[in-house]
């Protein structure tokens, strides 16, 4: 049988991929949805199809679909990345002493997340940019407050608590 005691760096840089990965996800979809509204009221002026009432019941149509589906896929994914690295954690064992390491990583990348936080609402307090945040309110629960530091560390620590009760520590 293989050593697998050397796999527990994994979980650090799943972590922090998994935030990134996140954050960009939210930083596109704001912009998205920002673009999405001003293309919609563009379609539906009558100089863009005519009056054609169908078209415009399309667009408004898609438009109730659009700001929703955004927001669900930056927090589907943002929430199934955080159930990976839990998967990770079952089958990575963790020598005990490495689990400081874990720690002081997990503290690093909570700072990272909170700083990723900052430039969120930074981001997102543009006046132009801030009626589309509002329209996230999904992803806001996750980027726009400071509830990533606190998912980053409950995931964290439940991931060292599940790679150290799996493994023997020899």
């Known amino acids: 049988m293989d050593n697998k005691k050397g ?64 927001d669900q896929i930056v927090f589907i994914s943002f929430i199934g990345l955080m159930l990976v690295l839990l998967v990770v954690g079952i089958f990575t064992d963790i020598h005990p002493v490495f689990t400081i390491f874990l720690f002081i990583g997990i503290i690093i990348t909570i700072i990272i997340g909170s700083q990723l936080v900052n430039v969120a609402e930074d981001a997102v307090s543009n006046p132009a940019l801030n009626n589309s945040a509002d329209n996230l309110p999904l992803s806001n629960i996750l980027f726009g407050s400071f509830f990533l530091p606190v998912i980053i560390l409950v995931v964290g620590v439940a991931v060292i608590i599940i790679s150290m009760s799996r493994g023997t520590g020899a």
Do not use: C, H, R
């Open 7 to 70: 796999q527990g760096g994994q979980i650090l840089g799943f972590l922090l991929l998994a935030v990134l990965i996140g954050f960009i996800l939210y930083m596109l979809a704001v912009p998205m949805s920002y673009l999405w509204s001003e293309v919609s009221t563009q379609l539906k002026e009558p100089e863009a199809f005519g009056s054609d009432n169908k078209t415009v019941e399309k667009v408004e149509q898609f438009d109730g679909f659009m700001n929703p589906l955004m």
